[in-house]
């Protein structure tokens, strides 16, 4: 018996009406055991707000759900207080505005209206089975912010903490804080008018920080350990061999980059020639104030500066390095300000001046320096300490030569100091050697930075290039690791002024962290979501399958192998939920059951009613908003469909797909983010989990007599709301060419 009292409210605005039948909706409502039922034009409007809230005093409601628009909208005008479930069902975006619309005449002809009572039916199931979840709170959550490495990223991230009111420890392994700012003669331009170098200002930034009592700061320090979790990481620091311990409640991973290999620029002669030099050994020379020769020190006339020295290449550094373009510039700049006589060349491939450094470039250009587009075939020495190039001129479309150079410069890309050293070839070729089942693991270097103790293990996960990060487009600075953000060079190749910005941005992520771990909210992207998984132990099998596949590494295990949830870890995906055999693992409201219920609920027509149904199980993350674009763009598609949002396809239970062929379901389409090399899914690895589960049920179905077709797993971003009614209206089709399915008439 449920203890609900739900309030069913039915928008009959925004063309709902003018599409079905609205009694069809309320008599489901009715049935299926509304307290209350009204309709009204716009429940969003201040009037018919106030009638909810009415209700919810008048007649003792504690549940609403409201029959209208996207739960994406409106969601702080259906705000009922803490003590109120709410519950979004989705007529508008995924019913009205993509069916056309009923006959009035014809009570058979009724599959809008149908489609739109589905999903009053399954929202009210829902509600009743769920609860209203009560946030995980720490005794004494700490909301000091840790910033590792006192380079130009992490002294900003740690003044920016700082300035927020929140106590900052900031460690550097070195003896001064500064890192690259303490190598470099001068800044790229970091301000209007974007024109003019900068001086690093190392010592006044240094004071800043030093004179700033929210700020604690450990110079020629390591970490020894971090254990715990957001709000409550403790730190062993290593400081001299004393060691010292902070507790903190977010991490800002600020380690920087260092330049590539030099072995990977032995292709362009360096090592052989002393006269060929980097970009950081240019830096050295300019600092000292003259541009030389290094072979005989003598003043340089000609200098060439190679771009791309080893980067985009598959071989050395596939990736552009985002810095070594304006970089160049800059020290085209030294050149003429130390070398007033010196003429410079540029080999480049693109010049990567991106957004107000257009305005640098013009700049550089206007110094006479000369930019070619063009590969470097040859170098060779020409006598006196001299060398000549060969060269194509791709703009040109010739080759040539160029003779008395004095100085190469190689534009040095970067490389993560999560990954210096690493071979990613081994790496790779480690990573294909699993089986196509297997869970897909996360790639952890050997980088000796955080030493984390997870059970995952010591450092932070990383992408192909060995670049921490959690979802490269819509959360920057999130790291797989809750409560660690990475910054500046670290986390992707950048700019000075890219890294401040990076910097202040990671630096606000953990701001938010510690706020809302301490509310016993989750962190992202399911922001304020107070709801965690619970495990019944009872029932646990200690298969480690929730442990192995958290994406956050949210899991633990005691020492008898009983599974141990960090809640302030965890980013309430469901991953685990999916993968426990067991059916163990439960949120107040996301479960199996839950779902299970939604499933179950709806009627499904008989087989000679020729109403086939195909049920979407839809990703909350980009299927659902595609959903929502599809209807908005009133872009139509069958009616025979059904749709349930999850909270990533990670959590997609295999019980679910028994339970709707079961129930009689034609067809299930899954709906998740794209996965792989450019992955979209929102947790790292939800759709592709839910793809290998998938090709475990197709065995199934097919010793059942079912036809493995009749389960399919799609990938969709956002944009690909166009596609949205081909995707459904072929599967439709498929399934009408398959027939009915045979367990209908069990059902
Ligand atoms: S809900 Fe997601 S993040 Fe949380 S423990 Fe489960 S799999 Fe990990
Ligand atoms: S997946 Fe389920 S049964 Fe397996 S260890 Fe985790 S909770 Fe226990």
């Not at 791309?308 to 003429?336: F, M």
Request: proline share 5%.
């Amino acid at each position: 018996m449920s203890n609900k009292k739900i309030g069913v409210y039915i928008c009959t605005g925004c063309g709902i009406s003018d599409v079905m039948n609205i009694e069809v909706l309320e008599e489901a409502a009715d049935e299926n055991g509304a307290a209350v039922c009204h309709s009204n034009e716009a429940f969003c409007g201040k009037e018919a707000v106030e009638i909810i809230k009415k209700d919810i005093e008048e007649e003792g409601l504690n549940a609403v759900i409201i029959a209208g628009c996207s739960g994406r909208i409106n969601y702080d005008v259906f705000d009922f207080g803490k003590e109120v479930i709410v519950e979004r069902a989705n007529i508008r975006e995924h019913v009205a505005w993509v069916h056309d619309a009923d006959d009035p005449d014809d009570d058979e002809e009724n599959h809008t209206a149908l489609h739109a009572a589905d999903v009053i039916i399954m929202a009210i199931a829902k509600v009743n089975s769920m609860e209203l979840p009560e946030p995980y709170k720490l005794e004494d959550p700490s909301k000091a912010i840790l910033v590792v490495g006192g380079g130009l990223a992490g002294m900003t991230a740690a003044a920016e903490a700082a300035k927020a009111g929140y106590k900052t420890v900031l460690i550097e392994k070195e003896e001064k804080l500064g890192g690259w700012l303490n190598k470099v003669y001068k800044l790229t331009p970091l301000g209007e008018p974007y024109t003019e170098l900068e001086d690093p200002d190392i010592d006044n930034r240094i004071k800043e920080l030093e004179d700033n009592p929210n700020i604690t700061i450990y110079t020629s320090a390591k970490i020894n350990k971090i254990s715990g979790a957001p709000g409550m990481f403790d730190v062993i620091i290593d400081k001299n061999g004393e060691q010292i311990t902070e507790r903190v409640g977010a991490v800002i991973l600020a380690s920087g980059a260092v330049p590539v290999e030099k072995e990977k620029l032995e292709y362009l002669n360096y090592g052989k020639y002393k006269n060929i030099i980097t970009h950081p050994e240019l830096e050295e020379m300019a600092k000292k104030g003259k541009i030389v020769r290094p072979s005989d020190g003598k003043e340089v006339k000609k200098v060439v500066f190679i771009q791309c020295a080893g980067s985009r290449d598959k071989e050395k550094l596939p990736y552009c390095s985002a810095a070594c373009c304006v970089d160049t510039l800059k020290q085209v700049l030294y050149l003429k300000e130390l070398n007033p006589d010196a003429m410079a060349y540029v080999f480049y491939k693109d010049i990567r001046a991106s957004g107000v450094y257009e305005h640098f470039y013009k700049k550089t250009q206007e110094t006479g320096a000369v930019f070619i587009k063009g590969e470097v075939d040859s170098m060779e020495k020409s006598g006196n300490g001299m060398l000549s190039l060969e060269f194509e001129d791709i703009l040109m479309g010739s080759k040539s030569k160029l003779d008395d150079v004095d100085l190469i410069v190689l534009a040095t890309g970067m490389v993560p100091t999560t990954a210096f050293g690493t071979d990613f070839k081994a790496t790779e070729e480690a990573e294909s050697d699993e089986s196509e089942e297997a869970v897909p693991k996360d790639v952890i270097l050997a980088s000796d930075i955080l030493n984390l103790e997870y059970r995952q293990g010591p450092e932070l996960p990383t992408l192909k290039y060995g670049f921490p990060d959690s979802h490269f487009i819509c959360f920057p600075y999130e790291t797989r690791r809750t409560g660690i953000y990475a910054a500046g060079s670290v986390r992707a190749p950048m700019d000075m002024a890219k890294a401040i910005t990076d910097a202040t941005g990671a630096a606000l992520k953990a701001i938010q962290c510690v706020e809302i771990t301490a509310k016993g909210m989750a962190c992202h992207p399911r922001s304020g979501d107070l709801s965690y998984p619970e495990i019944n132990l009872k029932r646990c099998t200690q298969c480690k399958r929730c442990t192995e596949e958290c994406p956050f590494g949210a899991i633990n295990e005691d020492a008898d192998t009983n599974p141990v949830m960090n809640p302030t870890r965890c980013r309430r995906c469901g991953t685990c939920m999916g993968a426990c055999p067991e059916r163990v693992i439960s949120f107040k409201n996301y479960s199996v059951p839950i779902i299970g219920n939604m499933i179950k609920e709806i009627e499904i027509p008989e087989e000679f009613e020729e109403k086939p149904r195909i049920l979407v199980f839809a990703c909350e993350n980009d299927a659902i908003p595609a959903l929502d674009m599809t209807g908005m763009n009133r872009l139509k598609y069958n009616p025979w469909v059904r749709i349930i949002p999850l909270r990533c396809l990670g959590s997609l239970n295999l019980v679910w797909i028994a339970d709707a062929m079961g129930r009689g379901y034609d067809g299930v389409l899954l709906m998740g983010c794209k996965h792989g090399e450019d992955y979209q899914c929102h947790f790292i690895k939800g759709s592709e989990l839910a793809e290998i589960r998938l090709s475990k049920v197709s065995e199934t179905l097919d010793r059942l007599g079912l036809e493995s077709e009749r389960v399919k797993a799609i990938e969709v971003n956002i944009m690909d709301y166009m596609e949205i009614p081909k995707i459904l209206d072929e599967f439709a089709e498929e399934l009408e060419e398959l027939g009915p399915n045979p367990m209908k008439d069990f059902a």
